[in-house]
């Protein structure tokens, strides 16, 4: 197989549709990729290191974006069934294109702000791992998180954080934003800055951010410790406006949450959509998965569960 259509051409008509929209959405957000057959299937490269890789089987789509893409993504990768390195996206289900955008990106930056080497970089070996066997590759956020040491940023996320209910204002707001933020980035990043964030947002008070000026968007795109992003800056003020008013009606954005609570995932978002900017699907169910709102933050096997129950999160009280 020496291209990347003829190795596409290979599947049924279905799986062939899929395939095309990976490879467009890759060489539409890194036109300079490199394309080839690399290991029996598509392969991208970028400034002479491996970008990412996709494969089609008869029940899955196969996207490898290396160890490192996967890693970043972990919170985002945990209900799909894992290996090293690569991650399968069921076809009988809706493929996940906003966050292969997310990793494909996420790699580009990488190779972006990677020193320059005159030694040509070894080869990234990727394994695929044999469809039926099982792998010792932490399979969702749960797992991953037992794998770091103590101190690591997800880990303190997982185990104090993610899917814990917050009563406070304030508070929900920096998850808001900083729900909207990673759009396009990984989570990793944003734990890395979140402490900048703080700082930037005036530690995320509601009524300050809600004043902001010109004069502060052009502090905020000058600031280089946060996401220097205007729409995401933008939308920040704009909720934040929106929560005062919903603030003034309900008493509080918690009540808001709780007086429309419980919603399906669906419902959800079409409630975010026509109040708030900003907030696809992905960012709305991370929101409220994360403060408790919809489950799936845990396994039930999770250590961390059996706190988060105590907690009484929202998703508990149907």
Not at 1 to 21: C, G
Not at 92 to 97: A, L, V
Not at 187 to 207: C, D, G, P, S, V
Request: glycine share 6%; with cysteine; hydrophobic share 35%.
């Amino acid at each position: 197989m020496k291209t990347v259509e003829a190795y596409i051409k290979t599947f049924p008509a279905s799986v062939q549709t899929e395939l095309k929209k990976i490879r467009n959405l890759i060489l539409a957000e890194v036109p300079e990729a490199e394309e080839s057959i690399n290991y029996g299937m598509p392969a991208y490269k970028y400034k002479g290191k491996p970008l990412v890789y996709f494969a089609g089987y008869k029940y899955h789509i196969g996207f490898y974006a290396t160890p490192q893409g996967h890693e970043a993504f972990a919170k985002e990768l945990a209900k799909y069934k894992q290996g090293k390195g690569s991650v399968q996206f069921p076809l009988d289900q809706t493929m996940p294109y906003d966050l292969i955008i997310q990793m494909v990106q996420f790699k580009k930056a990488v190779a972006d702000t990677a020193p320059t080497k005159k030694t040509t970089p070894k080869k990234e070996a990727i394994k695929v791992a044999p469809e039926n066997k099982p792998t010792l590759a932490p399979s969702n956020y749960c797992e991953f998180s037992a794998t770091l040491e103590k101190g690591n940023v997800h880990k303190v996320y997982h185990d104090t954080a993610y899917g814990f209910p917050i009563h406070n204002d304030d508070e929900l707001f920096c998850r808001l934003v900083l729900e909207i933020n990673q759009a396009g980035l990984s989570w990793t990043t944003i734990l890395n800055k979140q402490e900048n964030f703080r700082t930037a947002y005036h530690q995320f008070n509601i009524k300050k951010v809600a004043t902001y000026k010109e004069k502060d968007v052009t502090r905020l795109m000058a600031d280089a410790g946060i996401i220097r992003n205007r729409l995401k800056i933008e939308a920040a003020i704009h909720n934040a406006n929106i929560i005062l008013g919903l603030q003034k009606e309900h008493g509080s954005f918690e009540n808001w949450l709780n007086q429309n609570h419980p919603k399906t995932k669906v419902e959800w978002m079409k409630l975010f959509k026509k109040t708030f900017k900003f907030t696809g699907g992905e960012i709305v169910n991370e929101f409220l998965m994360s403060t408790g709102y919809l489950p799936g933050a845990h396994q039930l096997n999770c250590p961390t569960y059996k706190k988060l129950v105590k907690a009484k999160p929202a998703f508990l009280k149907l």
